[in-house]
C-alpha cells in the first residue's frame, strides 16, 4: 500500500523555525516528484513546494521563497520541508503529496494525513 | 500564475441529485485538470485527472468534462458519501494552483 505520514509539526512563536518529515512506503520513493500542500483553518488548498526526484529541481509558492527549503533523502524514503522565520500566515495543516504523472498529466496522489503547523505568541 | 475559479462555492443537494460543479481556469490549459475530493478532517483524493479519467477505485456516478477553460465535474446521483468539499487543480504549468473549492452539503 501507498503510504505518506507526515511528522513534525507544533505550535511555534512567530520568527521561529521547524522541520517537517514525511516517509514514504509502499512505492519507489526516488522515481517521484514529491509536493508540500498546505491547508489554512477553514480554507482551501494551496501549494508550498515540489522537488524532484535526485533533487535537482525545486520550485516554491512566492510566500515562502527564502524561508522554506524543500530537501529529500531517497536512501531513507524520506521528504522535508524545513520552515524558517514563521509567520502567522503560515498556520496550517502541512500535507506530503507524491507526484504522479500519467497520461501526460501530472497530480497529486496520494497524500498523507497531514501534520499542524500553528504559529502563534 | 493561472487562477482557477469554480462555482459555486457550496450547494444544497438531496440524495439521489444530479450535482454539477463548475472550474475555469484564467488561461488555457488544454486538459491538465485534475478533481479531488475532501471529506472533513480528512486528507484531499484524488478522484478525476486530465479533466476527464477517472481516478481507479473512484466510483462511476463521477465524471469530469471540459477542455480548454471550462470544466465540469458532475455526479450523477449524489450519494451520502459523497457530502465533501470538491477542489479543481490545474498541472499546466508551474505552479500548480487550485480552485477555492465547492463544498456540497445535505438539503
Known amino acids: 500500500e501507498v503510504q505518506l505520514v507526515e511528522s513534525g509539526g507544533g505550535l511555534v512563536q512567530p520568527g521561529g523555525s521547524l522541520r517537517l518529515s514525511c516517509a514514504a512506503s509502499?512505492?519507489?520513493?526516488?522515481?517521484?516528484?514529491m509536493s508540500w500542500v498546505r491547508q489554512a483553518p477553514g480554507k482551501g488548498l494551496e501549494w508550498v513546494a515540489s522537488?524532484?526526484?535526485?533533487?535537482?529541481?525545486?520550485y516554491y509558492v512566492d510566500s515562502v521563497k527564502g524561508r522554506f527549503t524543500i530537501s529529500r533523502d531517497n536512501a531513507k524514503n524520506s521528504l522535508f520541508l524545513q520552515m524558517n522565520s514563521l509567520r502567522a500566515e503560515d498556520t496550517a495543516l502541512y500535507y506530503c503529496?507524491?507526484?504522479?504523472?500519467?497520461?501526460?498529466?501530472?497530480?497529486?496522489?496520494?497524500w498523507g494525513q497531514g501534520t499542524l503547523v500553528t504559529v502563534s505568541s | 500564475d493561472i487562477q482557477m475559479t469554480q462555482s459555486p462555492s457550496s450547494l444544497s443537494a438531496s440524495v439521489g441529485d444530479r450535482v454539477t460543479i463548475t472550474c475555469r481556469a484564467s488561461?488555457?490549459?488544454?486538459?491538465?485538470l485534475n478533481w479531488y475530493q475532501q471529506k472533513p478532517g480528512k486528507a484531499p483524493k484524488l478522484l478525476i485527472y486530465?479533466?476527464?479519467t477517472l481516478q481507479s477505485g473512484v466510483p462511476s456516478r463521477f465524471s469530469g468534462s471540459g477542455s480548454g477553460t471550462d470544466f465540469t465535474l458532475t455526479i450523477s446521483s449524489l450519494q451520502p458519501e459523497d457530502f465533501a468539499t470538491y477542489y479543481c487543480?490545474?498541472?499546466?504549468?508551474?505552479?500548480?494552483?487550485f480552485g477555492g473549492g465547492t463544498k456540497v452539503e445535505i438539503k
Open positions: 488561461q488555457s490549459i488544454s486538459n491538465y
Open positions: 522537488i524532484k526526484q535526485d533533487g535537482s529541481e525545486i
Open positions: 486530465a479533466a476527464s
Open positions: 509502499g512505492f519507489t520513493f526516488s522515481s517521484y516528484w
Open positions: 503529496a507524491r507526484i504522479y504523472y500519467g497520461s501526460g498529466v501530472s497530480r497529486f496522489d496520494p
Open positions: 487543480q490545474e498541472s499546466y504549468s508551474p505552479p500548480p494552483t
